[in-house]
């Protein structure tokens, strides 16, 4: 459980109140995660199209879009644990957001996936720039 008291006062009271944790906190966090996975799982689809019904371009690009969907995958799960366990413990109760939680917003996450992603992207073009170049 959380070392933090379950009875704490706002600045400027004397009155303690129980912190209440209401259950739309937890189903947030389950919802953000289901929509990365959504997400990697359409990104997955894409990858087996390429990998079935493409020529030697298509299959690297395949292997690079199926390991940004299994890293995208992985991260969800990583960043959802991560913040059930600050909700469980209320570990972000310090923080400024809405309710006194603040410290859940992931700054990286959506970074690094537009990152991966235009990599893939230019990878794909470029092979099949290159290969169609050649005459292969």
């Excluded at 953000?32 to 298509?58: E, P």
Aim: hydrophobic share 50%.
């Amino acid at each position: 459980m959380s070392s933090e008291p379950l009875l704490q006062s706002a600045p400027g009271k004397r009155i303690s109140l129980p912190l209440r944790l209401e259950p739309k906190v937890f189903f947030a966090n389950e919802r953000t995660f289901l929509s990365w996975l959504n997400f990697s799982v359409i990104l997955g689809g894409l990858a087996v199209g390429l990998l079935n019904f493409g020529d030697r371009v298509g299959q690297i690009s395949s292997a690079c879009f199926t390991f940004v969907a299994m890293v995208t995958m992985l991260y969800a799960l990583g960043v959802f644990h991560w913040r059930a366990n600050r909700i469980r413990t209320r570990g972000g109760a310090t923080g400024s957001g809405v309710g006194g939680f603040g410290g859940f917003d992931d700054r990286l996450g959506p970074t690094a996936l537009t990152v991966a992603l235009a990599a893939a992207v230019v990878v794909n073009f470029v092979l099949r720039v290159v290969i169609d170049v050649d005459g292969e």
